[in-house]
T-cell receptor, first 112, second 116 residues
Framework: DAKTTQPTSMDCAEGRAANLPCNHS???????VYWYRQIHSQGPQYIIH???NNETNEMASLIITEDRKSSTLILPHATLRDTAVYYC?????????????FGKGTLLTVNP | NAGVMQNPRHLVRRRGQEARLRCSPM?????VYWYRQLPEEGLKFMVY????????ESGMPKERFSAEFPKEGPSILRIQQVVRGDSAAYFC??????????????FGPGTRLTVL
C-alpha cells in the first residue's frame, strides 16, 4: 500500500471548516483513499473513502486532486466533538486489501 | 442496526492468566479483523477471520495468541499466560464481504486489557 503523509496536528475554531490534508504521492490507480478518525479511547470510526472523484456524505467531504497524489478531508462545520486523531489510509482494491495500516495521523483540536 | 460489539470493555488480568476477548460483528457481516493498539502507538493488524476459517494471521504473535470465529457465536481472541507487554487496546472490526473492490471495515469500541 502507498505510504501517506499527514501533519502531526492542526487546530480549528468551532463552527469553522476543518481541512485536513494528506499526501499519497505513490498511490496507484487501483488504490482507494480512506479516512478514519479515533476519538480518545474509542474505536476508529469510518468517515469516508474515494477513488478518483470527490465524495460527500453526512459527515464530511473528500477532495482528491486530479493526479491523485493528495487529498483533503473537509469537516464543514467543526464541533468540539470532532476533536480526534484523523487517519488517511490508502487501500488496495485487490484481494489483500484488508490490512489497514494506521500511521500517526493528524490530531485535530477544535477550540471553542 | 447495532454496530460491532466487543466485551468486556475493560479486562484486568495477572501475569500468567488467560484473557478472552469477544467480538460480535455487525449484522450481515461475515468477516472479522482484530487489531492491537499499544499505548501511544497506531493500530496494528493481527488476524483476519471468516466463519470457521482463519484467513490471515500474519500479525499474530507466534505464541500464546489464538483466534477463532465459530459458526455460531462471537469471534474470540485468546491470550494465554498474559505478560505485562500484552497490555493494550484490542479492537475488532467487521465487514460484509471481500470483493474485487474495497470492503469497508467498521470497528468496535475495543477491549482494554491491563496485565498486572
Amino acid at each position: 500500500d502507498a505510504k501517506t503523509t499527514q501533519p502531526t496536528s492542526m487546530d480549528c475554531a468551532e463552527g469553522r471548516a476543518a481541512n485536513l490534508p494528506c499526501n499519497h504521492s505513490t498511490i496507484s490507480g487501483n488504490e482507494y483513499v480512506y479516512w478514519y478518525r479515533q476519538i480518545h479511547s474509542q474505536g476508529p470510526q469510518y468517515i469516508i473513502h474515494g477513488l478518483k472523484n470527490n465524495e460527500t456524505n453526512e459527515m464530511a467531504s473528500l477532495i482528491i486532486t486530479e493526479d491523485r497524489k493528495s487529498s483533503t478531508l473537509i469537516l464543514p462545520h467543526a464541533t468540539l466533538r470532532d476533536t480526534a486523531v484523523y487517519y488517511c489510509i490508502v487501500v488496495y482494491s485487490g484481494g489483500s486489501n484488508y490490512k489497514l495500516t494506521f500511521g500517526k495521523g493528524t490530531l485535530l483540536t477544535v477550540n471553542p | 442496526n447495532a454496530g460491532v460489539m466487543q466485551n468486556p470493555r475493560h479486562l484486568v488480568r495477572r501475569r500468567g492468566q488467560e484473557a478472552r476477548l469477544r467480538c460480535s460483528p455487525m449484522k450481515g457481516h461475515s468477516h472479522v479483523y482484530w487489531y492491537r493498539q499499544l499505548p501511544e502507538e497506531g493500530l496494528k493488524f493481527m488476524v483476519y477471520l471468516q466463519k470457521e476459517n482463519i484467513i490471515d494471521e500474519s500479525g499474530m504473535p507466534k505464541e500464546r495468541f489464538s483466534a477463532e470465529f465459530p459458526k455460531e457465536g462471537p469471534s474470540i481472541l485468546r491470550i494465554q499466560q498474559v505478560v505485562r507487554g500484552d497490555s493494550a487496546a484490542y479492537f475488532c472490526a467487521s465487514s460484509p464481504k471481500l470483493a474485487a473492490s474495497t470492503d469497508t471495515q467498521y470497528f468496535g469500541p475495543g477491549t482494554r486489557l491491563t496485565v498486572l
